[in-house]
C-alpha cells in the first residue's frame, strides 16, 4: 500500500464554521506534512510531524490546528477561516532514515471558504 | 534558507519530441536531494525521479532524465518521445535531508503543453 489517502476531497464552509481535513497512510511512516496550495503556485510547508511530535510550524495562523493521533493519521482542524485560507490542502509522508527521500502525497482536499 | 527556482512558466512540445526544464537551487550543503514532481488536472503530487547530490551519475527513469550540475547548482528534467499524458504542471524540489520530518522545497513550477 503507496497510498496516502485524505478525506473530504472537497469541503465549502463558512467563516464561523468548524470542520477538520483527514490524513491517513499505512505505510508505515513516521513523518506527515500538511502543505497549502493556492491555484497556479507551488506548495508551501504547513506543518510537519515528526514520530508523532510537532516539528515545523511555518508560523501558519492559529485558526489552523493541527493534531496527529497517532503515526498514521493526521488531521487539520479548522475554525474561523477567511476566504483567502480558500486553497487546495496537500497531505504527504515520508519514512525517515534509511528511504530513498521523497514525500507521498495523497491527492489534496479542495477547500472554499465562503 | 534553500530557495529553487524555475525559470520557465510554461512550455510546449510536440507530441514525440524533447523537452528540457531547467531549474536552479541555492544551498550551502553539500549533500542534499532533489526531486521532480509532476502534478496533473487530478492534482495529486506524482514524483517522476530523484537525485541524491552525492551521486555524480545522472538520474534516468524510462523517458525522463535529469542533467545534474552540482556546481552551477543546475537540476534540469528532459523529457524524451513527449506523449499526451505528460501534459501537467512540473515542480522541481529541494530536500536538505532524508530525516524525518525534513522539508521538502519547491520551485515556482513549469506548466508542460504536449500538441498532438
Known amino acids: 500500500d503507496t497510498e496516502v489517502t485524505q478525506t473530504p476531497k472537497h469541503l465549502v464552509m463558512g467563516m464561523t464554521n468548524k470542520k477538520s481535513l483527514k490524513c491517513e497512510q499505512h505505510m508505515g511512516h513516521r513523518a506527515m506534512y500538511w502543505y497549502k496550495q493556492k491555484a497556479k503556485k507551488p506548495p508551501e510547508l504547513m506543518f510537519v510531524y515528526s514520530y508523532e511530535k510537532l516539528s515545523i510550524n511555518e508560523s501558519v495562523p492559529s485558526r489552523f490546528s493541527p493534531e496527529c493521533p497517532n503515526s498514521s493519521l493526521l488531521n487539520l482542524h479548522l475554525h474561523a477561516l477567511q476566504p483567502e485560507d480558500s486553497a487546495l490542502y496537500l497531505c504527504?509522508?515520508?519514512?525517515?532514515?534509511?528511504?530513498?527521500?521523497?514525500?507521498?502525497f495523497g491527492e489534496g482536499s479542495r477547500l472554499t471558504v465562503l | 534558507a534553500q530557495t529553487v527556482t524555475q525559470s520557465q512558466p510554461e512550455m510546449s512540445v510536440q507530441e514525440a519530441e524533447t523537452v528540457t526544464l531547467s531549474c536552479t537551487y541555492d544551498t550551502s550543503e553539500s549533500d542534499y536531494y532533489l526531486f521532480w514532481y509532476k502534478q496533473p488536472p487530478s492534482r495529486q503530487m506524482i514524483l517522476v525521479i530523484r537525485?541524491?547530490?552525492?551521486?555524480?551519475q545522472n538520474a534516468t527513469e524510462n523517458r525522463f532524465s535529469v542533467n545534474f550540475q552540482k556546481a552551477a547548482k543546475s537540476f534540469s528534467l528532459k523529457i524524451s518521445d513527449s506523449q499526451l499524458g505528460d501534459a501537467a504542471m512540473y515542480f522541481c524540489?529541494?530536500?536538505?535531508?532524508?530525516?524525518?520530518?525534513?522539508?521538502?522545497?519547491f520551485g515556482g513550477g513549469t506548466r508542460v503543453l504536449v500538441k498532438p
Open positions: 537525485q541524491e547530490a552525492y551521486k555524480q
Open positions: 504527504a509522508s515520508s519514512q525517515g532514515q534509511g528511504d530513498t527521500g521523497e514525500l507521498f
Open positions: 524540489a529541494y530536500r536538505r535531508s532524508k530525516a524525518a520530518g525534513n522539508k521538502l522545497t
